[in-house]
C-alpha cells in the first residue's frame, strides 16, 4: 500500500502531465486500490524483470528491461546491480541489490546487506519504530517483496524508494531539482555535493563556545536535524557511522540529515554508541566525519540537552514490548517467503562465508535455523536489555547526574533485564 502511494505520488508531481495520461494514471489508481492483493505471493508484492540477459549481474552495464508489479503495471525501465552501498558484505552476496529506474518510477531492490544472513528484518523493523516514535526524520518508504528474473524465482528483497525521493516527500518539495545527497564520507548520491567537504572543514574549524561562530554553524549546518539522526541510531546501536546517514541540502541552505542503513543495528545490547560519539580523536579519514561533527556539537550545552531529550524520549516511547511486537510483525510478514529464499539462495551465502564464524551453517536446513536463531537473539536477547544500556551509557558517557537522568529520560535506572542463555550452539541442538 506504502509503494502504491510511492508511485501515484511521483507520477503526479510530474508537470508536464497530458490530460490523457492523467486519465489512464487515475484509472489506474483505481485498480490498484480495487485489487490491492491481485498476484501477490506469500501476501507480498511480487515484481518480475522481464527480458532481462545474463550481464545484468555485472556492476555498471544498463539493461533495458520491462517491468511488472503485481500484474497491475508494467513499464520500460533500466536494470542495473546497484552499486550505492559501501558495505563489503552487501556488495560480497551472490544475491546481488538491483537498481530499477524509469522516467516515472525508480526504487531499489535491496539484499538487505550484513542482515541478509542474519534476522531479514532489522531494517523493516528500524523504520517502523522510527514512525511510531514520532521522531521527524527523512526516511526512505520499503516493503518486502518477491522478484522474479525473465521467469525464474530470484528472491526476496527490501523494495525501498530513493533516498532523495523520501527527503522531497518529507521536505514537502514538488521535485527533487534542487536537493544535493551525500553520505558522510562526502561521497555523492544525488545533485551537487562538491562543498560539503569544505563546509564539514569548516565546521571543524569552529569554537562553538563562541555566539559568533555558532551562527556560523548554523548557516552551515542544521544542528536538530542531525541530532535527531544521531539519537535514533544511538538508540538502535547502529555501528555503521558512515552509512547510518545522508547529508542533504535543499536550495543551497544548511546540511541536514536524512535516515541511512540499518543493517548493522541492534547488533548487540551493549553496544556503546554514545562513546562513538564523545570520545572520537579528531583524525584525517572523512569516515570519522558524523562521529567529530558529534563529539564537537555535544560540547554545547544547548546541543547537549537537545540529545538527551530526544534519547530521553526514545527511552519512553521504545518500549521493550513496543519494539518487540515490531519485531514479531515483521517476522510474521516474510514467514512464509523464508522457506524459498532459503533454498535459492542458502547454499550461495555458505560458500561465499565459508569459514566466517558469524554465518556458522553448513547447509541449507541449518541456515533455516541460524535465520531462526537470529531473530530470536534480536527479539528475547539483545531488545529486552538495549533500553538498559542506553540508560547507562547516556550517563557514564555525557557525566549526566541521577537528578538529571530522572527528568529527561522519566524514571530512575531500573534493573538489567534477564535473558534466554542460549547461544547457537544450545539453540541448534534444542530446534534439532
Not at 47 to 54: H, Q, V
Not at 164 to 171: H, P
Request: overall charge negative.
Amino acid at each position: 500500500l506504502v509503494f502504491r502511494e510511492k508511485i501515484i505520488f511521483m507520477l503526479l508531481r510530474k508537470e508536464n502531465m497530458k490530460k490523457s495520461r492523467f486519465c489512464i494514471l487515475l484509472f489506474s489508481i483505481i485498480v490498484l486500490y480495487m485489487f490491492p492483493s491481485f498476484a501477490s505471493e506469500d501476501g507480498l508484492s511480487v515484481i518480475r524483470i522481464i527480458n532481462a540477459p545474463e550481464k545484468v549481474l555485472i556492476q555498471d552495464q544498463d539493461v533495458p528491461v520491462k517491468v511488472q508489479v503485481d500484474e497491475t503495471n508494467t513499464f520500460e525501465a533500466v536494470l542495473r546491480q546497484y552499486s550505492g552501498s559501501n558495505d563489503i558484505i552487501e556488495s560480497s552476496l551472490p544475491q546481488k541489490s538491483l537498481e530499477i529506474e524509469s522516467e516515472e518510477v525508480c526504487f531499489t531492490l535491496y539484499n538487505d546487506g550484513y542482515d541478509a544472513r542474519n534476522t531479514k528484518i532489522v531494517s523493516t523493523v528500524c523504520c517502523s519504530l522510527i514512525e511510531q516514535s514520532g521522531m521527524a526524520v527523512p526516511l526512505r518508504m520499503q516493503e518486502p517483496v518477491i522478484v522474479y528474473l525473465n521467469d525464474a524465482y530470484w528472491g526476496l528483497y527490501t523494495r525501498r524508494e530513493h533516498i532523495e525521493d523520501a527527503i522531497a516527500r518529507f521536505e514537502k518539495v514538488d521535485d527533487t531539482a534542487n536537493i544535493n545527497v551525500a553520505d558522510a564520507n562526502c561521497h555523492i548520491v544525488f545533485g551537487e555535493t562538491s562543498e560539503l567537504e569544505a563546509d564539514i572543514m569548516v565546521l571543524k574549524s569552529l569554537d562553538l563556545s563562541s555566539e559568533e561562530d555558532r551562527e556560523i554553524q548554523q548557516n552551515l549546518w542544521d544542528a536538530e536535524s542531525f541530532l535527531k539522526c544521531l539519537a535514533i541510531n544511538a538508540y538502535f546501536g547502529n555501528s555503521n557511522l558512515y552509512g547510518s546517514v545522508f547529508l542533504y541540502q535543499i536550495n543551497g541552505g544548511p546540511w541536514k540529515c536524512a535516515m541511512g542503513d540499518f543493517t548493522y543495528s541492534f547488533g548487540s545490547s551493549q553496544d556503546n554508541s554514545i562513546a562513538r560519539y564523545v570520545s572520537y580523536e579528531n583524525g584525517s579519514t572523512p569516515t570519522g566525519n558524523i562521529a567529530v561533527i558529534a563529539e564537537r556539537l555535544l560540547k554545547v550545552p544547548v546541543y547537549r540537552e537537545m540529545f538527551l531529550n530526544q534519547m530521553g524520549k526514545l527511552y519512553q516511547i521504545l518500549t521493550v514490548p513496543l519494539m518487540q511486537n515490531c519485531v514479531d510483525e515483521a517476522k510474521m510478514r516474510i514467514a512464509e517467503a523464508l522457506p524459498k529464499q532459503d533454498e535459492r539462495w542458502a547454499s550461495d551465502f555458505i560458500l561465499v562465508n565459508d569459514g566466517d564464524t558469524r554465518f556458522p551453517a553448513n547447509d541449507v536446513s541449518e541456515a533455516k535455523i541460524f535465520h531462526s536463531y537470529c531473530v530470536f537473539r534480536l527479539r528475547d536477547k539483545t531488545i529486552p536489555r538495549r533500553p538498559w544500556y542506553i540508560y547507562d551509557s547516556v550517563q557514564r558517557e555525557l557525566q549526566v547526574s541521577d537528578e538529571d537522568m530522572n527528568y529527561y529520560f522519566g524514571s530512575a535506572k531500573p534493573s538489567l533485564p534477564e535473558v534466554p542463555t542460549d547461544d547457537w550452539a544450545s539453540y541448534k541442538r534444542n530446534d534439532s
